[in-house]
């Protein structure tokens, strides 16, 4: 059955979250359609009983998150939100005429998402205010410049039962067997057996205690002997030791314009608040004093 008629059949926003992925890997546009101009807003794309759905409708449904359509080209998500719209619009009408709109909870309903909405966009415009290049560029400096350097360990363990098996263990490799072939026939470890023991990066604070001081004191390319903690035994590989680099500006960006945008929305409310008259009638009833106690005979 073809998509858009698949659409009509039911509710086009149940089916566009619920087909899989691969139902809508498309090849990519036509260069025509990609160099084609965008309609302007109030151009009429569909109407249903004479009612006119307009681009700037599109527009906006093609902003709603719930209609995402990754790797579907524009052409085909035009049809799909064409046909969005006309089953939306299909069921408003039929809910107006059923007079939905007059029932007292619909109309809390309505109010309760229109001040969202208000809320919402008077948000997004104000922050992008406060997100603005330079001022992710300050800050991005200013945390850097108060960043501590890290050190960083590489290294490889095998886990194990016991300090016996650990001992064998140690031994075996400080007489030249291969730590990673010995990590996958002997770890308990099985996050990293498969990787010969590799445990990558980490800092000091990201290990227990006893297994962080061995390998931060171990010298480069030394096995350990057996270490203990609360998972059992470890013998220890330190590969390489090194100042953990700091990330650059642009690999930041978005997290420092997300910090920018939340800490603008929430000064901004906080602010709000403050020049507003607020009023609770809902104050809890005052809690009861507790009985008397009762002396025992």
């Known amino acids: 059955m073809p998509i858009s008629r698949t659409l009509r059949c039911a509710s086009a926003l149940a089916l566009v979250l619920s087909l899989p992925a691969a139902a809508w890997a498309q090849s990519t546009a036509t260069p025509a359609?990609?160099?084609?101009?965008?309609?302007?807003?109030?151009?009429?794309?569909?109407?249903?009983?004479?009612?006119?759905?307009t681009q700037g409708d599109l527009n906006v449904a093609g902003?709603?998150?719930a209609l995402s359509l990754p790797g579907v080209d524009e052409a085909q998500k035009k049809n799909l939100l064409v046909d969005y719209?006309?089953?939306?619009?299909?069921?408003?009408?039929?809910?107006?005429?059923?007079?939905?709109g007059e029932m007292p909870e619909f109309k809390r309903k309505l109010a309760y998402f229109r001040d969202k909405l208000l809320l919402d966009e008077y948000l997004d415009r104000e922050a992008k205010k406060a997100a603005t290049p330079e001022a992710a560029?300050?800050?991005?400096?200013?945390?850097?410049?108060?960043?501590?350097?890290e050190e960083e360990v590489?290294?490889?363990?095998?886990?194990?039962?016991?300090?016996?098996d650990a001992k064998k263990i140690s031994e075996r490799i400080k007489g030249g067997e291969d730590?990673?072939?010995?990590?996958?026939?002997m770890s308990k470890d099985p996050g990293s057996k498969t990787e010969g023991g590799d445990l990558g990066w980490?800092?000091?604070?990201?290990?227990?205690?006893?297994?962080?001081?061995?390998?931060?004191?171990?010298?480069?390319?030394?096995?350990?002997?057996?270490?203990?903690?609360?998972?059992?035994?470890?013998?220890?590989?330190?590969?390489?030791k090194r100042t953990k680099p700091i990330p650059g500006f642009e690999e930041m960006r978005e997290q420092v314009d997300q910090y920018l945008t939340r800490k603008a929305q929430q000064d901004l409310i906080l602010k709000l608040r403050e020049g507003a008259k607020v009023e609770r009638t809902d104050a809890a009833p005052p809690v009861a004093p507790p009985p008397p106690e009762t002396k025992k005979p």
């Open 137 to 149: 560029r300050a800050l991005y400096d200013q945390t850097v410049k108060a960043m501590k350097p």
């Open 63 to 65: 902003e709603d998150p």
């Open 33 to 53: 359609a990609q160099s084609a101009p965008a309609p302007a807003p109030e151009t009429v794309v569909a109407k249903v009983n004479g009612a006119p759905i």
């Open 202 to 240: 980490f800092t000091k604070e990201r290990m227990v205690a006893p297994f962080a001081e061995a390998a931060f004191k171990l010298p480069v390319g030394q096995v350990s002997d057996p270490v203990k903690t609360q998972f059992g035994w470890h013998v220890i590989k330190v590969e390489e």
């Open 154 to 164: 590489h290294a490889r363990h095998i886990l194990v039962d016991n300090e016996g």
């Open 179 to 185: 730590f990673a072939k010995v990590a996958a026939e």
């Open 85 to 100: 719209m006309i089953d939306l619009k299909v069921g408003a009408q039929a809910a107006e005429a059923a007079k939905i």
